[in-house]
């Protein structure tokens, strides 16, 4: 980069983000967003859902160049992370080799250990948990405990959920799970109101999604109450995503049949629930 490029794009991304922003009424915690750097720490291990990670990460990415963000991939081992899941048991016992499923790797960047402050921390979801659960390591559960007082915002995409009950930080909270594997999402912690019909759910800084793309449209809500609409919607716009605004919308609920599902909410324009055959 040319040495007088630099300063010129921050004041161009200065600009973007006033302008844009012109009599918006931005609240008090969206001035104070705007005006410092938000460091994130994704949370990440082997067996992550790509999406869960990626999806999010393309607002996030986006958002960077408008405001300062830094990012972390944390992972228990610095290094690639694989998204193919490890050898684990299904829920019948029976052993789970996917070394044929092709595999997105991660780099983690830091470690439990030397991973910085975070005023963000997000999990992810995926099979890979239950290969943790199996190896009884905990060492995602006491990352979240150790760290979630000093975070402003703690976030879950799908499955990831599982770690924040399980670290304790759900007592008292209501929270939402992918609807895929609602009943094992939801044996984990305690006191927790899980939310049937939810694509996300946010209670104080806790912010937890249903499942994978779901974790999109928490992103693009959650990025909107820490920035304001301006300079979020046009990231939406730009990616062309249909984000879902609604968090009450949850046709996924009906189609997994959740116990307490809303079965009024409509599945047009959905793959409904499969055909049972006989
Ligand atoms: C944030 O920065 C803007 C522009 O630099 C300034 O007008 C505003 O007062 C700042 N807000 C806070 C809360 O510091
Ligand atoms: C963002 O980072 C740039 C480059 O480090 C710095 O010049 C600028 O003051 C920062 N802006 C805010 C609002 O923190
Ligand atoms: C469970 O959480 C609710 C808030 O959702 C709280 O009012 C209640 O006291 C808690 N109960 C126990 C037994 O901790
Ligand atoms: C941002 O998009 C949401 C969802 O479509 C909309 O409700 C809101 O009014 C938009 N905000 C602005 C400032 O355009
Ligand atoms: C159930 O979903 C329908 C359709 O979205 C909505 O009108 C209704 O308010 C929901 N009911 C509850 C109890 O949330």
Redesign the pocket.
Known sequence: MKPFLGPVLVILAQWARLSLGQG?PFTAEQERNANRTLSVGYVVYHGYTILDVFGPLQFLSDLSWPFNITLSIIAKEAGPVHSRPPPHHGPDGSEMDMSKMVDAQIVATHTFETAPALDIIIVTGGVGDLTLMEQKDRSIEDFIASRFDKTEYVLSVCSGVGFLARAGVLEGRSATATKSVWGYVTNFGKNVTWVPSARWVRDGKVWTSSGVSAGMDMMVAFL?HVYG??V??KSVNGVEYA?V?DPNWDPFSVVHKVPGANMSIPMQGLVGPLKEYP
């Open positions: 918006y909107r609409d301006p979020v919607n984000a605004v």
